[in-house]
């Protein structure tokens, strides 16, 4: 059977605290440090909030990740799609960060893989994936991408071996980056199927899961995604 990745009965939404400090008049660079930190993260929530999403069908396996998390996954996409120019980017089971990347460069090329025909709304840029049949691919996507990321729908070794098979179908040859978001749990299969490593990025969702989640790459991000975990 397999595990579906489950929301938490307890999510909650935590109210933000804010301090008013008149009597400092300088800050210090600490301050300053985490100030700037705040209004990214601002920014960031308030482009997201430009992004429509259909809402999560439990059903599906569907957990959105949170704006943050889109953004921040989105940009490493894009950092490595602008280091080679005319990259191919599939996203397998990702439709969130589709949008999210369409929204920030409407120019970069990507295919979503998805099984809800809901995102058919994309055109061209969506095709109907069913994991099931790992192989069921358009021939003009085989062998074309320069990076893939894939969320799969469930957490089993079943899933994982046939989107690992999607994946080595849809991958260009010479150098490549792959980016798996999945539960803790299966951080031992994804370095024995895909030779993948934890970052210490922690995705989040906007239901919360109650599966620890991870983001495993096959490259080193450097100071990226809070780098390699040893
Ligand atoms: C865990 S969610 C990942 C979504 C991601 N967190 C996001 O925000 O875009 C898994 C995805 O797998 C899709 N899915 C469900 N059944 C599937 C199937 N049989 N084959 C492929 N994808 C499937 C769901 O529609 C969903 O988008």
């Not at 798996?180 to 922690?202: D, Y």
């Amino acid at each position: 059977m397999e595990e579906q990745l489950k929301p938490s009965p307890n999510s909650v939404n935590p109210l933000s605290e804010s301090s008013e400090d008149d009597d400092v008049p300088v800050l210090s660079s600490h301050a300053l440090a985490a100030l700037q930190e705040f209004l990214t993260e601002q920014q960031s929530q308030s482009d997201a909030e430009e992004v429509s999403l259909v809402s999560e069908d439990w059903r599906l396996s569907q957990f959105w990740y949170t704006p943050q998390t889109a953004t921040t996954i989105a940009k490493e996409v894009l950092t490595l799609c602008h280091a080679s120019p005319h990259s191919r980017v599939a996203c397998i089971a990702c439709p969130t960060l589709y949008a999210y990347l369409k929204k920030m460069d409407p120019n970069v090329s990507v295919q979503l893989l998805e099984y809800d025909k809901r995102f058919e709304q994309y055109g061209s840029e969506y095709t109907f994936y069913d994991y099931n049949h790992p192989e069921e691919l358009p021939s003009e996507l085989r062998h074309s991408c320069k990076v893939v990321i894939a969320d799969p729908p469930y957490l089993s070794q079943e899933c994982l071996e046939k989107v690992a098979e999607t994946i080595s179908l849809l991958i260009q040859p010479g150098e490549t980056f792959l980016l798996l978001l999945t539960g803790e749990v299966q951080k031992e299969r994804a370095a024995e199927i895909l030779g993948l490593h934890p970052c210490g990025f922690r995705p989040q969702h906007s239901s919360k899961l109650g599966n620890e989640f991870r983001l495993f790459s096959n490259y080193d991000p450097g100071t990226r995604l809070g780098g390699w975990e040893n």
